[in-house]
């Protein structure tokens, strides 16, 4: 995503547990956005290398948070933040704190979508008993039946929510969660992995195949709809690795390694664009010579596409594999 920020974005891969195409350069620009129909890709004039953020100040309490390149709902959005995530902040102005996420990503969100920390206050879901939603969407409801009521929040895959208590027994079908905004709720079991682990690249594939479908979304990094180098970010994050967000930095990121293209392997990221300074697309090889992504050509949304297809065949710039 946006402008080559290429040599300069020199930082180590990150591996930890789980328990925890439209042209960028002209969003970078700020012009009015003229997007060619083949990619597209989410930027953001200040999308550099991530840095470590700052303590977390602020969890976010709406399912899926905008974050916008400027204090107003007129504009862009660079990204987003899902509900449960901790971010720092890093100004504020009115009804609008600047935040930075975890990767190190930089953007405004309404304070609405937030719940700031107090003194004293831990992190969401840092200590006690947490889960992780595993289903692509998962309702949360006020108590443990899905007909009395309509759901309080619709939250996305990879949500992390505080456990208070199953309702009966660790085979109960109904656990008891506290939302980040401090309400208690209720989550079918069905819908949540008490213990996420790292993925195999198998199991990345097969995750990635479930979001077949899912319309692309530019700045999205949800299962409400992701874009291309959000889908991407999220199954590396699912195999262990936190990698930058946007897809020229990926590409040029020191956690990867370039690959020829005939030593390809299933895993190995690639990036599309007019030239090698020039990326505007990113999927994922998942073998026999085809690839899954998110993307606008054809019908926007995940998709497998085969790489001696056009215009994928001559839009491929570079080949990665993560160390």
């Known amino acids: 995503m946006g402008l080559l920020l290429a040599l300069a974005l020199m930082i180590p891969p990150v591996t930890t547990p789980l328990a925890a195409v439209s042209y960028e350069a002209q969003a970078k620009v700020r012009g009015p956005l003229v997007a060619p129909p083949l990619l597209a890709v989410p930027k953001m ?72 920390y107090g003194p004293g206050d831990r992190p969401y879901a840092s200590e006690g008993k947490s889960a992780q939603v595993a289903s692509l969407l998962a309702n949360v409801y006020r ?45 079918q079991r069905g819908d949540i992995d008490p213990d996420p ?54 590409a040029a990121w020191r956690g990867v390694e370039p690959v020829p293209r005939s030593k390809l392997r299933p895993g190995d990221l690639l990036f599309f664009g007019p030239s090698a300074q020039k990326i505007t697309h990113t999927g994922m090889y998942i073998g026999h010579g085809k690839f899954i992504h998110d993307t606008t050509h054809g019908h926007p949304g995940v998709q497998i596409s085969r790489l001696q297809d056009q215009p994928w065949t001559k839009l491929l710039v570079a080949c990665r594999r993560v160390k």
């Open 143 to 187: 108590e443990p039946s899905v007909t009395k009521h309509a759901p309080v929040i619709v939250i996305p895959f990879e949500a992390r929510l505080e456990v208070v208590t199953p309702a009966e027994g660790e085979e109960g079908r109904w656990i008891q969660v506290r939302l980040p905004d401090g309400r208690s709720a209720w989550i």
């Open 45 to 116: 004039a200040q999308a550099k290398v991530p840095v470590p953020p700052p303590s977390p100040q602020a969890v976010v309490v709406a399912p899926v948070a905008n974050m916008y390149s400027v204090p107003t709902t007129d504009a862009d959005v660079v990204s987003q933040a899902i509900c449960g995530v901790s971010v720092g902040l890093v100004e504020e102005k009115g009804e609008w704190l600047k935040v930075r996420t975890p990767d190190g990503y930089r953007g405004w969100m309404s304070l609405a979508s937030l719940r700031r």
């Open 197 to 250: 682990q790292p993925l195999s690249i198998p199991a990345s594939i097969e995750l990635a195949k479930r979001f077949l479908g899912l319309t692309y979304l530019w700045g999205g990094t949800s299962s409400f709809g992701f874009d291309c180098s959000g889908f991407t970010q999220m199954l590396m994050r699912r195999r262990g690795t936190v990698m930058p967000r946007d897809a020229d930095v990926q």
